[in-house]
T-cell receptor, first 113, second 111 residues
Framework: ETGVTQTPRHLVMGMTNKKSLKCEQH?????MYWYKQSAKKPLELMFV???????ENNSVPSRFSPECPNSSHLFLHLHTLQPEDSALYLC????????????FGPGTRLTVL | GEDVEQSLFLSVREGDSSVINCTYT??????LYWYKQEPGAGLQLLTY?????DMKQDQRLTVLLNKKDKHLSLRIADTQTGDSAIYFC???????????FGSGTRLLVRP
């Protein structure tokens, strides 16, 4: 247990569905991250939030919409996805200073049909 | 440019030492990290090293950093079957929260 939880662990959705991924951290961290891990590419940073403000959007398509209501919770809203969006979506959190080590959740395995 | 490279695969016998190598390109990296990922799980932080250090040891793990060659290695002593996993190195620049990850090295420990 790293102190970062993600739900659901597995999700299958059609291209016309709307779904949301949830991440919660119990570490008192100030920064939260979404990553995409697919078989064909290295781990890709999608979004960064620091003190609830989005500080990075790594050219992510608008069909992915993040939301960070407070420093402990992070959502990724999904809409009109493509089959190539199937991947493991990892959430992480960090203190936001010093070595700023990132602690990862277990991920949500997403399959888009 | 930002690029982190690792060899894809390493196989060792149980009880031997494993050495996983990583090269990076950005000389402004301040921290370098090693993460472990087991099947079906997220990334687990193993250790990190600050760029002004040459070596860091933590129980069975030894990290060596050659800043001149931009080369990072992770040595696992007395490798066990439970060490079988994918190992990622990552670099971070001081001015950014962004971590640049390598593609990962799959370590297989044979009995």
């Amino acid at each position: 247990e790293t102190g970062v939880t993600q739900t659901p662990r597995h999700l299958v959705m059609g291209m016309t569905n709307k779904k949301s991924l949830k991440c919660e951290q119990h570490l008192g961290h100030n920064a939260m991250y979404w990553y995409k891990q697919s078989a064909k590419k290295p781990l890709e940073l999608m979004f960064v939030y620091n003190f609830k403000e989005q500080t990075e959007n790594n050219s992510v398509p608008s069909r992915f919409s993040p939301e960070c209501p407070n420093s402990s919770h992070l959502f990724l809203h999904l809409h009109t996805l493509q089959p190539e969006d199937s991947a493991l979506y990892l959430c992480a959190s960090s203190q936001g200073q010093g070595p700023d080590t990132q602690y990862f959740g277990p991920g949500t395995r997403l399959t888009v049909l | 440019g930002e690029d982190v490279e690792q060899s894809l695969f390493l196989s060792v016998r149980e009880g031997d030492s494993s050495v996983i190598n990583c090269t990076y390109t950005d000389s402004s990296s301040t921290y370098l990290y090693w993460y472990k990922q087991e099947p079906g799980a997220g990334l687990q932080l193993l250790t990190y090293i600050f760029s002004n250090m040459d070596m860091k040891q933590d129980q069975r793990l030894t990290v060596l950093l050659n800043k001149k060659d931009k080369h990072l290695s992770l040595r696992i002593a007395d490798t066990q079957t439970g060490d079988s996993a994918i190992y990622f190195c990552a670099e971070r620049m001081d001015s950014s929260y962004k971590l640049i990850f390598g593609s990962g090295t799959r370590l297989l420990v044979r009995p």
